[in-house]
């Protein structure tokens, strides 16, 4: 989408990091809406940002913890599209999991849950390795030639 020429553009950069945040929030709040939406009375931003709601001692919070696993890797999809270099995905999901990382900090106080850590850790690693076998399976298909020759 963004690929071009192997210059460093900042403003390229920059909008890939706000488009991959912007699509990651909107496939989570799908996520969210579809697994804890049909179990809490009214969703909210407390389920995005707050640490306290990734907890294993409740079946709401296990649908907290499977939605933000599979945007995890939903995300890895948006990146093949998006980032499309196999070398640029862990830091992309490297930023993208710190930006949110300072977004939860704002909103909910210091993460002070181990589930937390370990639900985002594991995340960050899924995003980014997934990320990088799609971007490399994509640059290691042939390149077909064919249509450049012409028919004898």
């Not at 690929?3 to 969210?32: E, F």
Request: aromatic letters at 14%; proline letters at 2%.
């Amino acid at each position: 989408m963004f690929y071009g020429a192997m210059v460093w553009d900042p403003w390229l950069i920059v909008s890939q990091i706000i488009c991959l945040q912007c699509l990651y929030y909107l496939t989570l709040g799908i996520l969210m809406s579809i697994l804890v939406g049909t179990r809490v009375s009214r969703m909210s931003l407390v389920y995005f940002f707050d640490y306290s709601t990734l907890t294993t001692s409740t079946v709401t919070g296990w649908c907290v913890i499977v939605a933000f696993l599979l945007s995890s890797l939903a995300g890895a999809g948006i990146m093949l599209h998006l980032v499309e270099r196999a070398k640029k995905c862990l830091d992309f999901s490297a930023t993208l999991y710190i930006i949110h990382f300072f977004i939860c900090l704002v909103y909910g106080g210091w993460p002070s849950s181990i589930t937390w850590w370990i639900v985002n850790g594991t995340c960050l690693g899924l995003m980014a390795l997934l990320g990088e076998w799609l971007c490399i399976k994509r640059e290691m298909r042939e390149i077909p030639i064919s249509r450049l020759r012409s028919n004898v």
